[in-house]
T-cell receptor, first 114, second 113 residues
Framework: KAGVTQTPRYLIKTRGQQVTLSCSPISGHRSVSWYQQTPGQGLQFLFEYFSETQRNKGNFPGRFSGRQFSNSRSEMNVSTLELGDSALYLC?????????????FGQGTRLTVV | SQQGEEDPQALSIQEGENATMNCSYKTSINNLQWYRQNSGRGLVHLILIRSNEREKHSGRLRVTLDTSKKSSSLLITASRAADTASYFCATVPFSGGYNKLIFGAGTRLAVHP
């Protein structure tokens, strides 16, 4: 069974640009969550999607957005990039339709903003 | 912001020794999970303990949960060099959490051969 796949693995962008990251969950998993990891703030929850609906959102500015498609694949977008957006972005998928399920993480996309 | 604290922040031990990491959290939880991360890569789920459980074992891992103190501990017995990694506890809020994980700051474990 294939794991969670995130693309691209590495990305370098310039301040002010926008970026789209992609996540393909494990087959059958309908819940997809996104996290940002930085040395200063650690691992922070961005948002969770389930059946194409955002059902939970973290404390991030509106520049961070996401969506989920009917095949459960998800994308997150960051507009007007700032230097502080440089981070490892992790996607996780879960099987359970309820709450508190085990999460399976992808290898992450490392975004560098210059 | 993170849910709570983990201590120690870093732990250095010899192979064969036991490693204990502690985690504290702030609000009521549905469950608490432990994850492992190697060198800034993806996280791997280790174990999940529900709010009505007090102790759980999985192989060389033992997790305890004390909801009255809002704390948990992860014990790795007979550690190996391959256990070198960062370990994170993560809580799922009791209400409205769905699959939202709130992570602690993590403990960096180094196991020396």
């Amino acid at each position: 069974k294939a794991g969670v796949t995130q693309t691209p693995r590495y990305l370098i962008k310039t301040r002010g640009q926008q970026v789209t990251l992609s996540c393909s969950p494990i087959s059958g998993h309908r819940s997809v969550s996104w996290y940002q990891q930085t040395p200063g703030q650690g691992l922070q929850f961005l948002f969770e999607y389930f059946s194409e609906t955002q059902r939970n959102k973290g404390n991030f500015p509106g520049r961070f957005s996401g969506r989920q498609f009917s095949n459960s694949r998800s994308e997150m977008n960051v507009s007007t990039l700032e230097l502080g957006d440089s981070a490892l972005y992790l996607c996780a998928s879960s099987l359970s339709t309820g709450s508190g399920a085990e999460a399976f993480f992808g290898q992450g996309t490392r975004l560098t903003v210059v | 912001s993170q849910q709570g604290e983990e201590d120690p922040q870093a732990l250095s031990i010899q192979e064969g020794e036991n490693a204990t990491m502690n985690c504290s959290y702030k609000t009521s939880i549905n469950n608490l999970q432990w994850y492992r991360q190697n060198s800034g890569r993806g996280l791997v789920h280790l174990i999940l303990i529900r709010s009505n459980e007090r102790e759980k074992h999985s192989g060389r891992l033992r997790v305890t949960l004390d909801t009255s103190k809002k704390s948990s501990s992860l014990l790795i017995t007979a550690s190996r060099a391959a256990d070198t990694a960062s370990y994170f506890c993560a809580t799922v809020p009791f209400s409205g959490g769905y699959n939202k994980l709130i992570f602690g700051a993590g403990t960096r474990l180094a196991v020396h051969p």
